[in-house]
């Protein structure tokens, strides 16, 4: 899916009808395997709605039919939000305890599925699932990391915009653009006043987002990091075009620091956490909203230096690698899937916007763009 989604992007033909013909002669969901439903919402669902959208094969929008129809059963719950897990042969379901990211972050990819089928069922489930969880925030606005989907009790209070929590506030937003949906715009309204309030800290002049207690508000950890990065597109997205700014400069600090991101660091003392760097996108994303929405040209020169950065440490014979730490630069012998979905694909359309028309799609989490259908 992320080869043929990047390909047609790309305006690489044949390299797209090759990749279409293989998944529809070889994809198949009828397999008596456990997958998670976050992540295949956003990578497979997310790329064959896309690549509907894009080619008009109705084969893909059928792929995605019987893809969603097998992990309804995941919604089977006492409050609506997901178990973590679901069998796709069976519709057995694992782990009641989910976090808001996997939780919120399926409402573009069911809800298109809706909308493109007549079909409510997608997004109504999505819906009340993301809805029940947005019921359970705190009196400030705010939601913790972990949360049991059978009871509807927290399990962990730590509020904050990191992996965990981070795309739910990205579909928030994009929920309402895309359908045009008032209740999603309350939601994101009301999301986004709470962590500009509780979440936002200022250090040296640069503005960073950090941890809280999401009842008391009491600042718990001064962290950020890669994952963090998704931010100032979020808010640029969202027209606050002066604090996704800000927020920029201080993602390219973390880059000029350590010359490469790292997963977390404390952002009082500039001192390294979780070292590792997995190839993450979502500065360079960053960069290109920034880009397009302003047409300053300092963003697209920031997402060139962070690219080259990527490059100079990461590139190996066959690909591009981990790094293990990156004070070091030691390499692992890994390169996940977001790499060619995400990374090299902000790149590439920062290097040529005109790749795509901005304005007419909604990326989903996993860079597949998705265009509305107006009821």
């Known amino acids: 899916m992320k080869k043929l989604g990047a390909a047609l992007l790309m305006g690489l033909d044949d390299e797209a009808a090759r990749a279409k013909e293989l998944i529809l002669a070889e994809l198949s969901f009828d397999h008596d395997m456990t997958i998670q439903v976050f992540e295949v919402t956003i990578r497979l669902l997310g790329g064959l709605l896309s690549a509907y959208q894009m080619d008009g094969d109705p084969r893909f929008l059928e792929l995605a039919v019987d893809l969603a129809d097998r992990m309804l059963p995941a919604f089977d719950t006492p409050t609506g939000m997901p178990y973590v897990r679901v069998n796709l042969a069976t519709g057995a379901t694992e782990w009641t305890e989910n976090n808001p990211a996997e939780i919120g972050t399926l409402t573009l990819e069911f809800g298109l599925l809706s909308r493109l089928t007549g079909d409510p069922r997608y997004f109504d489930a999505a819906t009340k699932g993301v809805t029940e969880l947005h019921r359970r925030r705190s009196a400030l606005g705010l939601v913790g990391t972990v949360i049991d989907v059978e009871t509807g009790q927290w399990q962990n209070v730590e509020s904050h915009v990191s992996g965990m929590i981070d795309s739910y506030y990205e579909y928030l937003l994009k929920a309402w653009l895309l359908f045009d949906d008032d209740d999603f715009r309350h939601m994101w309204e009301g999301s986004r006043d709470a962590i500009n309030r509780h979440l936002a800290m200022e250090v040296d002049g640069s503005l960073w987002y950090g941890r809280v207690d999401m009842e008391s508000g009491e600042t718990t950890a001064a962290i950020s990091g890669a994952l963090d990065a998704f931010l100032p597109a979020v808010l640029a997205l969202g027209g606050d075009l002066d604090r996704a700014a800000r927020l920029m400069d201080s993602v390219h600090l973390m880059w000029t620091t350590f010359d490469v991101e790292p997963e977390s660091f404390d952002f009082t003392t500039m001192e390294v956490i979780h070292p590792g760097y997995p190839l993450r996108p979502e ?93």
């Open 283 to 375: 500065a360079i994303e960053s960069a290109y909203y920034l880009f397009v929405l302003t047409g300053d040209e300092r963003y697209r020169d920031m997402g060139r230096d962070i690219f080259h950065r990527i490059v100079r440490w990461t590139r190996v014979e066959h690909g591009f690698a981990h790094l293990v730490d990156v004070r070091t630069k030691k390499k692992d012998d890994a390169m996940e899937s977001f790499f060619l979905a995400e990374t090299l694909k902000y790149a590439y359309l920062l290097a040529d916007p005109s790749a795509i028309e901005f304005d007419e799609v909604v990326f989903n989490t996993e860079a597949h763009p998705l265009r509305p259908v107006r009821r």
